[in-house]
């Protein structure tokens, strides 16, 4: 089991309702052509948050190459107009990502910690909001 982390071109905060839904919607079907089992799957506004199981012959680097090229080639057949405004070099993604493995005593843990990403960012969002600029 592997849990990845990988954020957008830019940083730029795209993944909000509908886009988070249909970009969760895309990368289960390409986990399901792949065999790529995906355990847990979160998007918050910025960045991705992903535990996979697969087969230990296949290579995180594998991984995070067919789901990154497929999802934002997928992505931006259905929302045009999201490359045009945000990702005007033509990428979705960043080159890097995080990866580690999780051993079996850790993944509940680190299901938890994927799980609560959005209440973690909702609960930052209404104890700070927006800072004035002066």
């Not at 289960?28 to 089992?37: A, P, Q, R, T």
């Not at 799980?115 to 600029?133: A, I, S, T």
């Amino acid at each position: 089991m592997y849990h990845f982390v990988w954020i957008p071109k830019y940083r730029h905060k795209v993944f909000m309702e509908p886009y988070r839904s249909e970009l969760k919607g895309i990368i289960g079907k390409i986990g399901y052509d792949y065999d790529i089992e995906i355990v847990e799957l979160e998007i918050p506004v910025d960045h991705i948050h992903m535990v996979v199981r697969t087969d230990p012959k296949i290579s995180p680097a594998y991984v995070m190459q067919v789901i990154k090229s497929i999802s934002a080639r997928e992505f931006f057949r259905i929302r045009p107009e999201i490359k045009r405004k945000y990702f005007w070099g033509g990428k979705l993604w960043t080159q890097s990502y995080f990866v580690e493995t999780i051993g079996n005593a850790n993944e509940e843990v680190i299901r938890q910690y994927v799980q609560n990403q959005l209440k973690v960012m909702d609960e930052m969002e209404g104890r700070f909001g927006q800072l004035p600029l002066f």
